[in-house]
């Protein structure tokens, strides 16, 4: 058995070893967390005598790869003071996984998220990455990207995309649970610490490269991936000196394929946005089968917010999908990274170190779809759409249909997505007099997300009979008719009018955002008493954030009126077809098991011969129409924040034997403040502009930008404690308290307004008022460690969360807007009351759970089973938010005084992002030079929205739950290792529901699985 005297874990011990006698209490508690460990020390061999001949010395095992790596970790988890589990590198710029967040979704109670088949964004202990710090080599830093509408589009908030960097640039992750006053605030859920390697962290020279293949059973494509890392150091005359350079290169292509609804509505349900379909009159006019009555399929009256709802059963009181249709999605990845490290260590107590992290991450994205329309639109689309017949089932949807008169499309669009991440850190680490220690960082990173093409064009067929879908007999795989060859370009006209329904698609919106950093920190520790240490310290970090989109100029697309229609196509030239321009898309529906007569071919708007024929890329006006591009037309979207944190820190670490118990650990108070300025346009009113054009004079829409800044501070005061107790051999007892806290996320903070409709008196809009988000964390955990490669353990958590933030609708008076008087049209006044859509803080809630690991080598096991392993983690989560469905209402304006009518309506719900059940088993074998593995990663279904108005009145948008299994296999001839790896071996789909009673599909797709063949060298 490992014992206490081979582990360093306290300051006391190292001056003299504590015998520890144990209970038969504790002994029964042990056996019942681990049988399988309390077997294996029963079966260890008796203690060999004191003195041994050379010849019967007992050979070492040396254990290396990917068990070496979970050795290495437990060694780090045992010696701290705070709650972390941590995962390291297998070897020299080898990381377990190819990327970051596949690695972290091992560790007990983290869960992620994918985007395009790749893990994007994590979510720990139910908190999602709102809530979760990210530091790269030890600052705090923002890395995003781009990603599709349904996974949440652009980031722009504070989460950190991990699917930017390459896994083989870092040697270490850890995950920080609990935390102490050193530690940087902003996290509820977890801090994640990234380090890149430097060239102390190895004894002498190391050189190591890499090669990998990749295919893609869905895309056949090969992805290549390259990785390089030489380090050496020196001994000079001025000390000892270090330096490392890493790179890593790896290209992607990928399909996603599948279907989607974009969500299901009712339209006797409020927030529908397509109002009725229609039952009488010119309207109604069926010519695929005899029409039905108003009693079948029901009236409407209110329109989108209906009054006077259709009867029960009838097709106007049932839920059908919005945008029925199936799609794909091709992705073209090229990531870079790279890593430099200078260290200097000019006597043997002191280094200094200058980091560098670059990342280049294009993610390219072209998207196509044959979709049908009408059941999203209102006006020419749904009031006059027939209906020829329909089912329905017993959950209220409008589950089967045909249909005339619906407007079907062809879409595609194409995104250029690029993030440049660089981060410069310098790091002064030295010990000064008998017992003192000091730290200082300076450091800056700034990422650059750009989507500088984002361009979409449509073809479309108006008014179009005999179309039916089928979701009967599968909701995620649906059988659609459209009465019509979708591959033949007669069937499409790319149309600039509104008259028979949506004009055809002409979308441009380029975007940026940048994210900077700037961190200065100073850390000291002084050993004042034996056991005792103190620390104190501070850090200031000035952080901004920008952003900016650019979109069409409205345009009036009749010759008379004042309807203005933005991102209307312009007509083609004279002589060009739609058959000039279009792409024949092919071979979909590999692996989905489509039912038969789904179409798996259909055409697509060609970008590139548009633009031959249009020179829509020009950012001019020119004969075939006005490709102009500005901010104006998307104000909501250009702001700016700045945000200074200033904060202090006490803390005191102590080691001390309580009545023979080794009690370590940490208490401290954390004083921050947070001071933000934060700047947002808006629009204060339309200019019609006459233009003219090679091709005549159209009316255009000039937005008049306005500009609105709000600064603020607030302190927070955040104490915290970590105990780690010892009351038995090899046995810790860990608590945890802290309150903790994380600033509101960046849009949530725009002043101004994104959207405003004086004749509805609506409006949507961010609040730079906001409080952060509080909670008080205790932790409560067992770890038993029966020997150095072995862990069982127990975790109990609450996290009582004192302020949420949600989205909801308030009534308030135009004057508490705090928006000017000039901006007021039909009619409305300062006093007239407007339903005003933005960012609340709510009451909060508690989440509770508990965390199983369990990590053992069989060694105990005969040969050939002595040489597997397992690790297995469960997590269970639970908590109960109030959200707010509905603001509380008042009396009049004008009205003294002024008091509630109504209180808010509350509902609870689970918290956004958080999954009940999820669980990873990873299954190892390794016998010398071969070594093998298998993971599968099971997450339970979570919420990814709760907001009625923002959902069609779906009360929940859930996602799905997944199952997700990987392997790796690898062979080491000498200094070459030859792997092979297979991810996501089930094809796992990613699918997305509406409704917490009706699980209606909203998403489902897949994107295949990737194998990799690959070669590494190591000098």
């Not at 719900?909 to 030079?929: C, H, I, K, R, W």
């Amino acid at each position: 058995m490992w014992s206490r005297e081979e582990d360093t874990l306290s300051q006391v011990s190292k001056t003299r070893i504590r015998a520890l006698k144990l209970g038969a209490s504790g002994g029964a508690m042990l056996m019942a967390m681990a049988m399988a460990g309390a077997a294996a020390a029963q079966d260890a061999p008796a203690a060999a005598p004191a003195a041994q001949p050379e010849d019967n010395a007992v050979e070492a095992v040396v254990v290396t790869g990917f068990r070496a790596s979970l050795a290495n970790a437990l060694d780090i988890k045992r010696r701290e003071n705070d709650l972390v589990d941590v995962i390291k590198a297998q070897d020299i710029a080898d990381f377990p996984d190819l990327n970051l967040a596949e690695s972290l979704q091992r560790v007990p109670g983290v869960s992620i998220d994918r985007d395009g088949g790749e893990g994007r964004t994590i979510t720990v202990r139910g908190l999602g990455p709102d809530f979760t710090v990210v530091r790269l080599n030890g600052l705090e830093a923002l890395a995003t990207t781009g990603g599709k509408d349904s996974s949440g589009g652009a980031n722009r908030g504070r989460q950190f995309d991990f699917s930017i960097f390459a896994s083989e640039l870092f040697n270490s992750v850890t995950v920080r649970k609990s935390t102490s006053a050193s530690n940087e605030e902003g996290s509820l859920g977890a801090i994640i610490d990234l380090q890149a390697a430097r060239p102390f962290d190895f004894s002498g020279p190391a050189m190591s490269m890499g090669a990998k293949i990749g295919w893609n059973d869905l895309s056949r494509e090969n992805d290549p991936r390259f990785t390089f890392l030489a380090s050496n150091r020196w001994d000079t005359g001025i000390g000892e000196i270090g330096a490392l350079i890493s790179v890593a290169y790896a290209e992607r292509k990928t399909l996603e394929e599948g279907s989607s609804t974009g969500r299901w509505e009712n339209p006797s349900v409020a927030f529908n946005s397509s109002t009725a379909f229609p039952c009488t009159g010119a309207a109604y006019n069926p010519v695929s089968g005899p029409p039905l009555t108003c009693s079948q399929i029901g009236t409407v009256v209110g329109g989108t917010s209906p009054t006077t709802p259709a009867a029960t059963g009838t097709a106007n009181n049932l839920w059908h999908p919005r945008i029925p249709r199936y799609g794909r999605l091709q992705y073209d990845q090229k990531r870079l990274g790279l890593t430099g490290s200078l260290q200097w260590r000019p006597t043997e107590n002191s280094t200094l170190s200058l980091d560098a992290l670059v990342a280049n991450f294009t993610n390219n994205r072209d998207e196509t779809y044959l979709e049908v329309i009408s059941f999203s639109r209102s006006g020419a689309g749904m009031p006059q759409t027939d209906v020829v017949n329909f089912q329905a089932d017993d959950k209220g949807h409008l589950i089967k249909g045909t249909f005339d008169d619906v407007d079907a499309r062809v879409e595609y669009r194409h995104d250029d997505l690029k993030t440049e991440f660089n981060q410069f850190t310098l790091t002064y680490d030295t010990k000064f007099g008998e017992a003192g220690h000091l730290n200082v960082v300076y450091g800056q990173s700034r990422s650059i997300q750009d989507n500088p093409v984002q361009t979409t064009f449509s073809f479309d067929r108006y008014n179009s009979d005999n179309y039916s879908y089928d979701y009967s007999a599968n909701d995620k795989l649906p059988n659609f008719n459209y009465g019509f060859d979708p591959t033949n370009p007669a069937n499409f006209v790319y149309s600039p009018s509104n008259a028979n329904g949506d004009p055809s698609l002409l979308r441009m919106r380029p975007s940026k955002a940048v994210n900077t950093f700037k961190t200065f920190r100073a850390d000291v520790d002084y050993q004042i008493l034996d056991g005792f240490k103190l620390r104190y310290g501070g850090d200031y970090k000035e952080y901004g954030f920008s952003s900016w989109e650019q979109r069409l100029y409205s345009r009036n697309l009749a010759t008379t009126g004042t309807t203005f229609t933005a991102e209307a196509a312009y007509g083609l030239p004279a002589g060009v077809t739609v058959a000039d321009v279009s792409r024949l898309i092919t071979g979909f529906g590999r692996g989905l098991d489509l039912p038969s007569g789904v179409p798996t071919s259909w055409i697509a708007p060609d970008l590139d011969k548009l633009s031959k024929v249009l020179d829509y890329n020009c950012n001019c006006i020119n004969q075939y129409g006005d490709f102009r591009l500005s901010v104006l037309n998307q104000l909501g979207a250009l702001r700016e924040i700045t945000e200074k944190d200033t904060a202090f820190y006490l803390q005191g670490d102590f080691d001390y034997d309580i009545f023979n118990i080794p009690v370590r650990g940490n208490f401290g108070v954390r004083q921050v403040k947070t001071e933000q300025s934060a700047t947002g346009h808006y629009n204060s009113g339309n200019k019609t502009v006459a233009v003219t054009t090679p091709f005549g004079v159209i009316s255009e829409q000039v937005a008049t930008d306005a500009v609105q800044t709000v600064d603020r501070e607030y302190t927070n005061t955040l104490p915290s404690l970590n105990i780690s107790a010892q009351p038995m051999e090899n046995l810790f007892i860990r608590f945890a308290a802290a309150k903790v806290m994380t600033r509101p996320q960046l849009p949530n903070l725009t002043p101004g307004f994104t959207a405003m409709s004086q004749s509805n008196q609506t409006l949507t809009r961010g609040n730079p008022d906001l409080n952060p988000m509080l909670a008080n964390n205790l932790d409560l955990s067992f770890e038993w460690y029966p020997d150095k490669e072995t862990l069982f353990s127990a975790g109990f958590f609450q996290k009582d969360i004192k302020s949420y933030i949600q989205q909801t609708a308030e009534v308030m008076t135009w004057a508490e807007t705090g928006l000017p008087d000039s901006l007021l049209s039909n009619g409305n006044t300062a006093a007239t009351e407007f339903t005003v859509t933005t960012n609340v803080n709510s009451p909060g809630g508690k989440l509770k759970g508990f965390e199983l690991s369990a990590q053992r080598p069989f060694t105990f096991l005969p040969a050939p089973f002595d040489k597997f392993g397992a690790i297995l983690n469960y997590t269970h989560v639970k908590s109960d938010i109030a959200y707010i469905i509905k603001s509380p209402t008042y009396t009049a304006p004008g009205v003294t005084p002024r008091v509630q009518t109504a209180p808010a309506v509350l509902v609870t719900q689970p918290l956004v992002n958080l999954s009940p059940d999820a669980f990873n088993a990873t299954l190892y074998y390794e016998n010398g030079p071969f070594k093998a593995r298998v993971s599968g990663s099971y997450r339970d279904q979570y919420l990814i929205q709760v907001a009625p108005s923002a959902t069609n009145n779906n009360d929940v948008r859930i996602k799905e739950e997944t199952f997700n299994l990987d392997g790796q296999v690898s062979y080491e001839f000498n200094k070459f290792t030859v792997t092979f790896e297979a991810i996501n071996l089930t094809d796992q789909e990613d699918s997305k529901v509406d409704d917490s009673t009706r699980l209606s599909s909203e998403e489902y797709v897949h994107y295949g699985r990737q194998f990799y063949l690959g070669v590494k060298y190591k000098f």
